[in-house]
Every structure is written in C-alpha cells, then in structure tokens.
C-alpha cells in the first residue's frame, strides 16, 4: 500500500531554472494538497485541488503551477526557481475535504535553489 | 484570517517527564488534528477531536478540545525517547481546508 509517493526526494536548482515535483497516490482520494514547509513556519498550502480538472489557489501560490489531469497525480511545477523558493515541499491527499480523517501526506521533497 | 499558535515552539525534557503542548487562535474551528512528524518524514495523524470539551487518549497522549473550539492542547506522560519529533495542530478553516499552526518541536533524552 504506497500511499502518497512523491519525487525526486532532493533536487539542487539553480535560479531561474524549472521543474516539476511529481506526486502520485494510490487511495482513489479526490481532494490533493501542495503544502511547502519552513523551519518554524508550519505547513503553508501552495495549491489543492478537490478533484480531476480543478485546482485553486491556497495561501502561497505566487511562482507555482498546478494541474490534476487525472484522480492519481498533481504535480506542482515551478517556472523560474528563485532562492525564496528554497523548502521543504509535502503533497497530501484526503478522502473528503480533510476535517475528519486527516490527511496523507508523502515524504516530501527537499528543495534547494542557488 | 484564521491562524493556530503553538506554544512552546520547542521543548527538550528527559525520559519520564509530563509535557503539553497548546494550541490556540482567535477563531473556532468545525475540527482540529494533531500530527506528528519525523526527520525526513510528513505528518502523520494521531488523532481528529470534533466536540467543543472533547477529550480523547491514544495510550500516554491525551488530546482535548477547548470547550469553545478555539484552543487545544496535547499532553504526554512519562515521555519516551520515541515521542521525540514536531507536533503539528491543524484546524479545520474555511473550504475545508486544513491550517497547520508552526509546530512544537519535542526533544526526549535518555
């Protein structure tokens, strides 16, 4: 039972550079999260989604791009990497919006931009 | 803007010591969670309290939830070194969203 799967687990960009943080989950959820995590701050949702073909904006989504083509996968993309964007990044998902049984999160992706 | 403070940021006590962890905001919240954490792992849930008073136990830890669902807090007793790890909040926001507050960070020695 994988759970959440994300990938890569670590990645160094260099600024201005691109990439797509893959996240994947095998328990049919509807509802899937980006959250990004800095030491000190707690989890600052970037994007979610409730369901395939629709995403909106959490609190911190500025430089990040989303899409959820399928139930399985929403992949978080960042065009121009800047050092602001240097974190630790977590996608979750639910069974319904969260409130009750919580979320599943993955192991994350630790990113650094130089 | 709803928001979830924990205090203490962080805590270090040796094996045995009682904790507890607080979680507080200005707002009520449907539900709130708490999540613990490990280096190099995401949260994992520990335990959902939705009534206002509520209290629930899961073996040394014990959840309440305020009676006016604004605040929470954890309690440990006797801690162990495999307590060790950051304890988040989250409280159920608008949309159904979860808002994490910044997490407690516990350190257990032997």
């Known amino acids: 039972n994988a759970g959440v799967t994300q990938t890569p687990k670590f990645r160094i960009l260099k600024i201005g550079q691109s990439m797509t943080l893959q996240c994947a989950q095998d328990?049919?959820?509807?509802?899937m999260y980006w959250y990004r995590q800095d030491p000190g701050m707690g989890l600052k949702l970037i994007y979610y989604s409730v369901g395939a073909g629709i995403t909106d904006k959490g609190e911190v989504p500025n430089g990040y791009n989303v899409s959820r083509s399928t139930t399985e996968d929403f992949p978080l993309r960042l065009e121009l990497a800047a050092p602001s964007q240097t974190s630790v990044y977590f996608c979750?998902?639910?069974?319904?919006?969260?409130?009750?049984?919580?979320?599943?999160f993955g192991s994350g992706t630790r990113l650094t931009v130089v | 803007t709803q928001l979830l403070e924990q205090s203490p940021q962080f805590l270090s006590i040796q094996e045995g010591e009682n904790l507890t962890v607080y979680c507080n905001s200005s707002?009520?919240?449907?539900?709130l969670q708490w999540y613990r954490q490990e280096p190099g792992e995401g949260p994992v849930l520990l335990v959902t309290?939705?009534?206002?008073?509520e209290v629930k136990k899961l073996k040394r830890l014990t959840f309440q939830f305020g009676d006016a669902r604004k605040d929470s807090s954890l309690h440990i007793t006797a801690a162990q070194p495999g307590d060790t790890g950051l304890y988040l909040c989250?409280?159920?926001?608008?949309?159904?969203?979860?808002?994490f507050g910044q997490g407690t960070e516990l350190s257990v020695k032997p």
């Open positions: 979750a998902s639910s069974f319904e919006a969260g409130t009750t049984y919580g979320y599943t």
């Open positions: 328990m049919n959820h509807n509802y």
């Open positions: 989250a409280g159920a926001g608008g949309g159904g969203k979860l808002i």
């Open positions: 309290v939705v009534t206002g008073g």
């Open positions: 707002s009520v919240f449907s539900s």
